[in-house]
């Protein structure tokens, strides 16, 4: 769905750097989302955002940290990267009006070594 | 919070015959049931969904039916085909509280 999009699509960095992953998406949803995916595993959720001034932590919190510049932009940061963070990145967005469906974007591979 | 769970983790059936994937929640106030499949490599997308007033929602080879007073929902896919072959993701809702996902299952459907 090119209507959220995130970048990088792929990523590897060191143990101990700052690095950051950006969504983006046009689709005018107020609500936005970060998921970790492992291998094998299901969706965990990392942060959530139900407008620009509404951050929420999610079930895996820890190591990570977000920030809503717009209505329309969401990033995910990791202050210093760890190699257990390494995982598929999802940024999701929806809108509470259409009953809160979760638009992907493409997803983020990150390697920490 | 709300529970969300989901069985099996895993299911092989073999082409044409019909999957069945099973989730169950534990907040009576949730109303949205939405359905996500994954293929390999791929973003999760919306495939169904189910509002708590209806019971049942069929879409050509996939339905979902839902029970409020069990508190379960179940995935309908009939006529199997391999590009069916894919994580299949449930999960729960309501109002202004964040989805709840399940825990996936990985369905192969064997040629």
């Known amino acids: 769905d090119a209507d959220v999009t995130q970048t990088p699509r792929n990523r590897i960095t060191k143990t101990g750097k700052r690095i950051m992953l950006e969504c983006s998406q046009t689709k005018g949803h107020d609500r936005m989302y970060w998921y970790r995916q492992d291998p094998g595993l299901g969706l965990r959720l990392i942060y959530y955002s139900f407008d620009v001034k509404d951050i929420n932590k999610g079930e895996i919190s820890d190591g990570y940290s977000v920030s809503r510049q717009a209505q329309a932009k969401f990033s995910l940061s990791l202050e210093s990267a760890i190699p257990n963070q390494t995982a598929l990145y999802f940024c999701a967005t929806s809108n509470a009006g259409t009953g809160d469906s979760q638009y992907f974007g493409p997803g983020t591979r990150l390697l920490v070594l | 919070g709300e529970n969300v769970e989901q069985h099996p983790s895993t299911l092989s059936v073999q082409e044409g015959d019909s999957a069945v994937i099973k989730c169950t929640y534990s907040d009576s106030a949730s109303n949205y049931f939405p359905w996500y499949k994954q293929e390999l490599g791929k973003r999760p997308q919306l495939i169904i969904d189910?509002?708590?007033?209806?019971g049942e929602k069929k879409d050509q080879r996939i339905a979902v039916t839902l029970n409020k007073t069990a508190k379960h929902f179940s995935l309908h896919i009939t006529e199997t085909q391999p590009e069916d072959s894919a994580v299949y993701f449930c999960?729960?809702?309501?109002?202004?509280?964040?989805?709840?996902f399940g825990t996936g299952t990985k369905l192969q459907v064997i040629p």
């Open positions: 189910i509002r708590s007033n209806v």
């Open positions: 999960a729960a809702s309501k109002g202004n509280q964040k989805v709840t």
